[in-house]
């Protein structure tokens, strides 16, 4: 299991931007598909972005052109850059690292879009 933690979230107003860190405990960091999912209150955690070992990413429809994920492997770290935002993208924001045969979660981190 890989330690995961979060930080960045906060409330901006909507139209506004946040950056979204990931602090990961591994020394195989660059071999894990990292991802960033969010859950809104009453709502199913869903995937926002991905990004594999080769730098391939992936986004959900509804994020697709106002987010843009990123890693840096040599500080074990992964980005989630938010612009553009809407009220609905409020919600707890959770990294995740995948490997062959595990998937670890941070704790969350809370973005609120709100005028």
């Known amino acids: 299991q890989v330690r995961l933690v979060e930080s960045g979230g906060g409330l901006v107003h909507p139209g506004g931007s946040l950056r979204l860190s990931c602090a990961a405990s591994?020394?195989?960091?660059?071999?894990?598909?990292m991802g960033w999912y969010r859950q809104a209150p009453g709502k199913q955690r869903e995937l926002v972005a991905t990004?594999?070992?080769?730098?391939?990413?992936n986004y959900a429809d509804s994020v697709k052109g106002r987010f843009t994920i990123s890693r840096d492997n040599a500080e074990n770290m992964v980005f989630l850059q938010m612009t553009s935002l809407k009220p609905e993208d409020t919600a707890v924001y959770y990294c995740?690292?995948?490997?062959?045969?595990?998937?670890?979660w941070g704790q969350g981190t809370q973005v609120t879009v709100s005028s």
């Open positions: 995740n690292a995948l490997g062959l045969s595990t998937s670890s």
């Open positions: 990004i594999t070992s080769g730098r391939s990413t």
């Open positions: 591994t020394s195989i960091f660059s071999i894990y598909t």
